[in-house]
């Protein structure tokens, strides 16, 4: 291991004096390291000049696979000296997708990481990742994003959803629009969150779509009405899973729109690499 590491050090400085400087070791130690290497691999790794040394391409194919090795082997040591001291790591989302499904599942991460202090930030306007707010996004939309570099991805589909008892109204749930119906809504702000008009348009229905009973500025009070029995809504799969697992929403008829965008977890571009930012968006991307 010594041998190897003298290598990629030489390798790296294109010198014995300056790979010996950082290793912290001499000349001569590098010099028998990188000769034992030599006769231990029967094939020559550098060519000695008069005042430098010149790597081999065997030599430079072995240093690049060192190099690789120390960087992932280096970024295993931070992630396990992260998990066990405080860190404050920063998650950014809309407010639909803090409360509806990052917040029910941060007790999982809680108590994998317990000494890590998690900051979430919350709203429902674009979160620019250059201003260093955030250390990870979830951000809906279509990538690339060209202040993020995009980790995971995760597309949804959309279905009118209400409760089993004002689904009991319709003989027809597909055709649901035309009785007398109370559409709630939620106001679209992003140009990727779909409307109902989106949604009719998207599902191929012609009839002018109905003006809608209940509007709401924030997504989750549209689905509380909708709970209450109070109309219908649009359902987001993956956030509103919970609802329908619970039977306290129900999905009303077959009729499924996929929307263009995706649920993206995305990272600064230009940030200096976390350990502890990697943790969690690993885990955001794992749990999408």
């Not at 003298?6 to 001499?26: K, M, Q």
Request: charged fraction near 25%; proline fraction near 4%; glycine fraction near 4%.
């Amino acid at each position: 291991m010594n041998a190897l590491v003298a290598l990629e050090a030489a390798a790296r400085h294109r010198s014995i004096t300056l790979a010996a400087d950082e290793l912290g070791v001499t000349q001569a130690a590098v010099s028998r390291q990188v000769s034992a290497l030599e006769m231990e691999l029967g094939t020559q790794l550098f060519l000695r000049k008069h005042r430098s040394i010149e790597p081999t391409p065997s030599c430079l194919l072995l240093a690049s696979s060192l190099a690789s090795s120390f960087a992932a082997i280096s970024d295993s040591v931070d992630l396990v000296r992260s998990s066990n001291r405080s860190e404050i790591v920063t998650i950014g989302a809309t407010l639909a997708f803090s409360t509806l499904w990052l917040l029910p599942r941060l007790t999982e991460f809680r108590e994998r990481f317990p000494s890590l202090q998690i900051r979430v930030v919350s709203q429902d306007s674009r979160i620019h990742l250059t201003s260093g707010e955030v250390d990870v996004a979830i951000r809906f939309g279509t990538p690339p994003f060209e202040d993020g570099e995009v980790i995971a991805s995760k597309a949804d589909v959309i279905f009118p959803i209400c409760t089993h008892e004002y689904a009991k109204r319709f003989h027809h749930a597909d055709r649901f629009y035309e009785a007398q119906v109370d559409l709630i809504a939620a106001d679209v702000s992003d140009r990727d969150w779909y409307s109902w008009t989106d949604w009719f348009s998207r599902a191929g229905i012609k009839l002018p779509v109905p003006k809608p009973s209940l509007r709401f500025n924030h997504y989750y009070d549209a689905l509380q009405a909708a709970r209450a029995g109070q109309g219908i809504a649009l359902g987001w799969d993956l956030l509103v899973k919970n609802f329908l697992d619970d039977g306290s929403l129900v999905r009303l008829g077959e009729l499924v729109v996929a929307p263009e965008g995706r649920y993206n977890i995305v990272v600064p571009r230009r940030t200096k690499r976390s350990a502890i930012r990697d943790i969690t968006a690993e885990w955001l991307a794992n749990s999408l």
